[in-house]
């Protein structure tokens, strides 16, 4: 790559516009551009950065001065151009910012789209091609990748720290020659696609994660075995409980047969408390009976004693002159009536001391009041009375008596019953008892049924969970199938990620080795010091002596430039060599030799580092711009007399106005 | 042999991967979110197709 111009209108202190063509031939490939301090040598790499990438290290890039004086809605534009031939095409490079003032302010000018960025590409056959914005922009980058830019375009204080930073061991993994190293090697690809590797395996281990019911498979195994361990458990509880319950539903059975054995004992004490009852109750009907047969006979037991003699009285009054001569019915006052009125009942006259009458008289003897006759009679009929009482009493006596006799007699059943009762009660038990005992017997029997029918549930219920995982378990291995491969996607990557990682080792090494070969071979043109640059993990510079002891506080200004330099030439130089094809990590960002231009790249030498720096800086590259302080001029130019090019000189005009003028190198 | 097969087929998806991620890498260099994604895409891809 060769850059044949720039040119730049409007950019920071370049009012006008400004060009300045390089030098391009390789027998004198220089171009020196110089300028006291603050006159816009950085500026000008900043001017290359904008161009090509739109970006720089100021807020604004447009002219103070042309700025302040456009009025209100006035319009300025910044413009810059570059020329460069890159693999036998020529590009030109042209990008436009444009901007308006409202408010005082200038704003970037929405009239146009953005900014003009375009490339114009000349083949060695004169065919132009115009690319514009992202086309534009891809086309750049392939050119020179923007992290390559700030190697092949040093500022010199930058130089300086970079050299300081390499040889104090500051680089760190993240520093930017580390990136830079890493970036135009191809470590940094490298490295991106270890990272990219790892985020999509982390992405599929995740899906596999998520699709996989591997753990969720598990899970419901565990579940399902210990739903069946469960169910052994209970079923051998059950198997306990039903064998229980069997047992106790046999001693329900005795207890029930011992129950109906004992059923007519119960009957028996029944009919015993019934003797014993109608006992009570004929004790007391005999006693009562007892006492009325002393009663009665006491008040009425004469008539039946007297009896003989009442019957011995009137077999007496039988005797025939005991009878009753008189004319039964007709008493005394009946006679004497008859006296009185001299006249029969029957109507006939009775005359005195007729026969009739005497008769009368004679009668009148024999009859009541004053018969003994009638009184016989009377007395008789008395004693028939007694008599007859006599017999009643002892009728009604020996009934009584009788009744007495037969409820003895049932008392004296009554009692045998009870003996017999006894007998047969006192061998039996007591069947309330043995109820209780059957009916604990049931409770249990029935507890245990209870506990059956419990444990056959809950048994059923885990038989149906066993079930439901079954089938989940079934219906994960579908998915489980297609997350594995997922697992395998990821085990993949982390493969990958292993061979990529460990041909990486391999080839950093053989670069490191190759860059301190180098390094250690340019620092040497620029000192002649007995030491040895080595590189670690993170490119930082080592320093060693000849008996390989580190030297701390080796470096000076001039000798970290130089650092800095023999490690970008030693990059560029193992940038540019060619790749084998066999080379597996052969993508290299760029194999084409950069031109290197330079800020101040002499600033921190003393002569003799200078003088070593014109002597070797052209074996570096095929192109060199510096922009370089008037001070270093003088012995810059006589040092690399023969091999200048182009000479340019930048000069202040004002404090917002820089000029560049071509020095006439003829 | 299948070993060497497989292996030769590993170095082509290390290649391919490679060879994607540097051109995406010089394509985007202004869109790195969208470049990483637009890289694991492909890597994604690339795995799926060797993993059979």
Known sequence: ?666 | MEQNRNEIIDIEIIKKIWNKINTMEKENYYSNEFSSKKRQELITKYVKESVK
């Not at chain 1, 009025?71 to 042209?94: L, M, P, Q, R």
């Not at chain 1, 598990?218 to 198997?239: D, G, H, P, T, W």
């Not at chain 1, 009570?280 to 002393?294: G, M, T, Y």
Request: charged content about 35%.
């Open chain 1, 1 to 666: 790559m060769n850059i044949n111009y720039i040119e730049i209108t409007n950019f920071r202190q370049f009012k006008e516009k400004m060009r300045i063509d390089f030098s391009c031939f390789d027998s004198n490939k220089i171009t020196i551009v110089f300028g006291e301090s603050a006159t816009g040598k950085t500026t000008l790499i900043e001017a290359f950065k904008w161009i090509l990438y739109g970006k720089s290290d100021y807020n604004n890039e447009y002219n103070h001065d042309v700025a302040s004086k456009i009025g209100e809605n006035g319009k300025t534009a910044i413009v810059g151009e570059i020329g460069f031939d890159y693999n036998n095409n020529s590009y030109s490079v042209k990008r436009e910012k444009h901007f308006v003032k409202r408010n005082n302010k200038l704003k970037q000018d929405s009239s146009f789209d953005n900014y003009i960025f375009e490339i114009r590409i000349t083949n060695r056959n004169g065919i132009n091609k115009m690319y514009a914005k992202d086309d534009a922009k891809r086309i750049i980058e392939k050119v020179m990748h923007p992290s390559l830019f700030e190697y092949f375009f040093l500022e010199g204080e930058k130089l300086n720290k970079y050299g300081q930073d390499m040889s104090q061991g500051k680089n760190g993994q993240t520093s930017p020659f580390s990136r830079a190293v890493k970036g135009l090697l191809g470590i940094e690809s490298i490295n991106t696609s270890i990272k990219d590797l790892n985020v999509v395996r982390d992405k599929f281990m995740s899906d596999f994660v998520t699709m996989s019911n591997d753990e969720k498979t598990v899970a419901y195994q565990n579940s399902k075995r210990a739903f069946k361990a469960q169910n052994e458990k209970k079923l051998e509880i059950m198997n306990k409980a039903k064998k229980e319950e069997e047992a106790y539903k046999g001693l329900v059975k005795e207890k029930e047969a011992e129950i109906e054995q004992n059923a007519s004992a119960e009957e028996k004490q029944k009919r015993l408390n019934d003797v014993n009852e109608r006992i009570s109750k004929l004790k007391i009907l005999i006693n009562n009976e007892r006492d009325e047969i002393f009663q009665r006979f006491r008040n009425d037991g004469y008539k039946y004693l007297m009896k003989k003699l009442v019957k011995q009285s009137r077999d007496t009054f039988d005797d025939e002159n005991m009878m009753y001569k008189g004319i039964p019915g007709i008493d005394a006052d009946a006679i004497d009536f008859i006296f009185e009125h001299k006249r029969c009942i029957c109507g006939a006259e009775i005359k005195e001391n007729s026969d009739e009458w005497n008769t009368l008289i004679a009668l009148r003897k024999n009859i009541p009041p004053e018969s003994i006759s009638s009184e016989i009679t009377k007395y008789k009929e008395r004693l028939s009375s007694k008599e007859r009482e006599g017999e009643l009493f002892y009728k009604s006596y020996i009934s009584k008596i009788t009744q007495y006799e037969n409820h003895i007699n049932d008392l004296n059943k009554e009692k045998v019953k009870k003996e017999n009762l006894d007998d047969e009660l006192r061998n039996t038990k007591e069947v309330s008892n043995i109820k209780k005992r059957r009916d604990e017997y049931q409770k249990s029997a029935d507890k245990n049924k209870q506990q059956v029918n419990r444990l056959y549930f809950e048994i059923e219920n885990n038989k149906r969970e066993i079930e439901k995982y079954d089938r989940l378990i079934q219906s994960f291995e579908a998915s489980n199938k297609e997350a594995r491969k997922y697992k395998k996607y990821s085990d993949y990557c982390s493969y990958l990620i292993d061979k990529i990682t460990s041909l990486r080792t391999v080839k950093e090494e053989e670069i490191k080795k190759t860059l301190s070969s180098e390094i250690n071979n340019m620092f040497k043109k620029f000192y002649d010091e007995s030491v040895n640059f080595t590189l670690d993990e993170s490119y930082n510079i080592h320093i060693v002596d000849k008996n390989n002891n580190e030297i701390k506080t080796f470096a000076s200004g001039g000798q970290n430039v130089a650092i800095a330099l023999a490690f970008i030439s030693a990059i560029v130089k193992v940038n540019a060599e060619k790749v084998s094809e066999n080379d597996l990590l052969n993508e290299k960002l760029n194999s084409e030799l950069y031109p290197l231009v330079m800020d101040a790249p002499t600033s921190n030498f003393d002569p003799t580092g200078l003088k070593n720096f014109c002597d070797n800086i052209p074996d570096v590259t095929n192109q060199i711009i510096l922009f370089v302080n008037n001070k270093d001029g003088k012995l810059l130019k006589d040092s690399l007399t023969g091999i200048i090019g182009k000479e340019y000189t930048i000069q202040k005009k004002g404090t917002y106005e820089s000029v560049i003028k071509e020095e006439n190198y003829e």
